[in-house]
Each structure stands twice: as C-alpha cells, then as structure tokens.
C-alpha cells in the first residue's frame, strides 16, 4: 500500500501562488506515475497534471500549461505542484494520486488517492 498526505493549499487573490506537497510512504517502489486532480464543486474530479517516476516525463492539463509545474523529489518520495497565475477558475480540491500502472492520464487506473488540499483563490 501507498499512502499519500497533502499539503500546502489555501486562500490567495488572483495572479498569486502556491506550492503544494505531496509526500508518499509505503510501497512506493512500484509507482509508474504520480499526478494532481482536481475537483471543483459540482464538477468531476479532473487531471491536472503527472510525472512518470522512471524518467520526469510530464504532462500538463492544457488550462495550465506554463502556470503550473509539476516535480519531485525522490530523496523525499514527495510530489510537488507550483501553481502561479492563480485564477478563481483554479478553484478546487487538489488531490495528489499514485499509480504502480502504465496509463498515466487515465484517472481510473489511479489506485492509491490522498486526502485533498483546498486552493481557493479569489477575483
């Protein structure tokens, strides 16, 4: 099992930033991929961005290509988002993911799931 705890949300205004941590403990020798979702109330959990653990590869949701960055790690097995050019549409649960499986986009081949951190960010 993979365990994962968030952290590093908040409020900030419009145009403001954010790094959010993800630390991972456990097995996490077989991890393929970790990522961010996110939720906004009333809507489906969504892919935000990944990083592919044998060799950084990343992949970004196209909203946030060139505001946020994603990176790790490995000393501390931790995950990271830097989120900059904060929008109110940016708004949402954050939730860091784990997969030991080779479809990183895919959100249901996530298997191992964090508590969630809140952005809030206001106009």
């Known amino acids: 099992q993979v365990q994962l705890v968030e952290s590093g949300g908040g409020l900030v205004q419009s145009g403001g930033s954010l790094r959010l941590s993800c630390a991972a403990s456990g097995r996490t020798s077989t991890t393929y991929a970790m990522a961010w979702f996110r939720q906004a109330p009333g809507k489906e959990r969504d892919f935000v961005a990944a990083?592919?653990?044998?060799?950084?590869?990343?992949y970004y949701k196209d909203s946030v290509k060139g505001r946020f960055t994603i990176s790790r790690d490995n000393a501390k097995n931790t995950v990271y988002l830097q989120l900059n050019s904060l929008k109110p549409e940016d708004t949402a649960v954050y939730y860091c993911?784990?997969?030991?499986?080779?479809?990183?986009?895919?959100?249901?081949?996530?298997?191992?799931w964090g508590q969630g951190t809140q952005v809030t960010v206001s106009s």
């Open positions: 993911a784990a997969t030991n499986r080779p479809y990183a986009l895919v959100i249901s081949q996530y298997n191992h």
């Open positions: 990083i592919i653990w044998s060799d950084d590869t990343t």
